[in-house]
Nanobody, 120 residues
């Protein structure tokens, strides 16, 4: 089992920054792919960014150049630095851990989410 806890959300004005953290417990996640997803009211959950165990990153077009994902395996934590925030970034942000298990199935875990609200 992997337990994920997000923190760092809040209410900010457009143009400002926030850093989200996702602390994992239960097992080390250094071999897991980690990601951030978000869900705005009335919309489907969407991918924001992912980082592989090797450190390769991927970003949604809407956040490229503004958001940076990173991981600290010693702390079992993943971060999402969000700069130049826009009102359209307003959503609940969820942390995700995913790995292909030895059984052949994909293990996936979600955090409870943290609210980010950006005012114009």
């Amino acid at each position: 089992q992997v337990h994920l806890v997000e923190s760092g959300g809040g209410y900010v004005q457009a143009g400002h920054s926030l850093r989200l953290s996702c602390a994992a417990s239960g097992r080390a996640v250094e071999s897991w792919a980690m990601g951030w997803y978000r869900q705005a009211p009335g919309k489907q959950r969407e991918l924001v960014s992912t980082i592989t165990s090797g450190g390769s990153t991927n970003y949604a077009d809407s956040v490229k150049g503004r958001f940076t994902i990173s991981r600290d395996n010693a702390k079992n934590t993943v971060y999402l630095q969000m700069n130049s925030l826009k009102p359209e970034d307003t959503a609940v942000y969820y942390c995700n851990a995913q790995k292909l298990l030895s059984t052949g199935s994909v293990g996936t875990y979600w955090g409870q989410g943290t609210q980010v609200t950006v005012s114009s």
